[in-house]
């Protein structure tokens, strides 16, 4: 620690107090009652928090004042704090913990970015209780030992920490606005290249474009150690629109040469979900064999049909919205093979449909490669605001 730094323990620094119980109501019947819910990506919104009963004395008790701090007690939250400022008429519920410093040479906002440093989050973890949902208590919290600088520098390292954050939230939302471009680009384009009505350009049905319609198999198939895998449609990626094969059943080798040929997708097939997530087509672009459950259908096109127009046909606006009109069912909506049959798409001459393939492969190019680095983008932010934490309660920024 940095010369004249001095350490504290939390409970020497603050009082720190448990919340009222009570219900809460929508009706403006007292103060309002903030709850852990209530905390959503370190903001609460007022107007959506509910109010409650209590007795003035109690209010006094249990009320916010702008600089305290909250911290979740329990559940999958547990530890997570919040700077209170500016708060309406508000108190606190029970699930929650309020630290109020006494100290008056402390800037709440210095203690409140010490419960975000890894060291704090270390000593939650090890400090955590409960056998389903572990919890902290305000006795643990006041056994938290806090790094303390004088006042000036206190305000030093808000006011860098401050300019930093607003940097790593610029840098996120610039990344999440860029991901969020390329989906709108794909989608647009996905839109446009199949309303355009073009030279040799006809409306049909989708069963004038393929041999088969169909779907999977309607029985529980038996299964086996070994064999063939057998898909349903929890196998279905809808982010990635591909199939996962890792957590698979297999049925016997007899079984799948028992089955159909168009109950066996090939290379160039399109399945495409028909019950709950309905909707979702996926290209097969590769010699394997599996099988599949009656949720999935399988659409295989016809000659001078390119399987990869197809896939994204089956992806547009076009199909979904016909799809969505004639799915039946309430708790779990299902596009029968009639309506997916029926469904009216554009027929386009096989050039049309290779070029319309060369743009959208690159317009999805962008979106996957984004979505791909999109996690990493975010996890070398967020290391990035846990190192300059670190660095500041170590004495270390300059």
């Known amino acids: ?69 909250v911290f979740a007690r329990t559940g999958a939250t547990t530890g997570k704090s919040f700077l209170v400022n500016d708060p309406p008429d508000a108190v606190f519920a029970s699930y929650l913990i309020r630290l109020r410093l006494l100290d008056k040479s402390l800037m709440p906002e210095f203690i409140s970015l010490f419960f975000q440093t890894p060291g704090y989050w270390r000593s939650i973890k090890d400090g955590t209780s409960g056998s389903a949902q572990g919890g902290v208590n305000a006795s643990k919290l006041g056994e938290l030992f806090i790094p303390i600088p004088q006042l000036a520098e206190q305000q030093r390292i808000v006011a860098i920490l401050d300019e930093a954050f607003a940097g790593i939230a610029t840098a996120t939302a610039n990344a999440e606005k860029n991901l969020q471009n390329a989906r709108e680009l794909f989608e647009s384009t996905l839109q ?25 198999d309607h029985s529980p198939p038996p299964k086996s150690p070994t064999g063939v895998p057998f898909i349903t449609i929890s196998n279905i990626d809808k982010g990635t629109n591909t199939i996962d094969f890792s957590d698979t059943f297999k049925v016997p080798d007899d079984y799948y040469h028992g089955l159909k040929p168009n109950k066996k997708p090939i290379r160039g097939d399109v399945l495409y979900s ?72 554009p027929k386009m001459p096989i050039e049309t449909q290779e070029e319309i393939v060369e743009i959208l492969d690159k317009a999805y190019s962008s979106v996957k490669r984004l979505e791909a680095i999109y996690p990493s983008k975010l996890d070398e932010l967020a290391d990035l605001k846990q190192s300059i934490l670190e660095k500041a309660f170590a004495g270390e920024l300059h």
């Open 192 to 216: 446009a290249v199949f309303a355009e009505k073009g030279e040799g350009c006809e409306q049909v049905t989708l069963s004038d474009l393929a041999t088969d319609i169909t779907d999977g």
């Open 1 to 69: 620690m940095k010369s004249g730094w001095k350490t504290k323990k939390l409970g020497e620094l603050a009082a720190i107090n448990y919340g009222f119980t009570q219900s809460a109501s929508d009706e403006p019947i007292g103060p309002r009652f903030l709850r852990i819910t209530d905390i959503q990506n370190d903001k609460v919104d007022w107007n959506s928090v509910p109010y409650c009963k209590l007795e003035p004395a109690d209010f006094q008790k249990f009320r916010l004042n702008n600089g305290d701090i």
């Open 274 to 345: 028909v019950t709950g997530s309905f909707g979702i087509p996926v290209l097969i672009t590769d010699d394997f064999d599996f099988c599949f459950q009656r949720h999935i259908g399988l659409i295989r096109p016809k000659e001078g049909v390119n399987s990869a127009w197809l896939y994204y046909l089956l992806m547009s606006p076009i199909v979904f919205n016909q799809a969505n009109h004639g799915a039946t069912g309430t708790a779990q909506k299902t596009v029968s093979l009639k309506v997916l049959r029926n469904i009216v798409v």
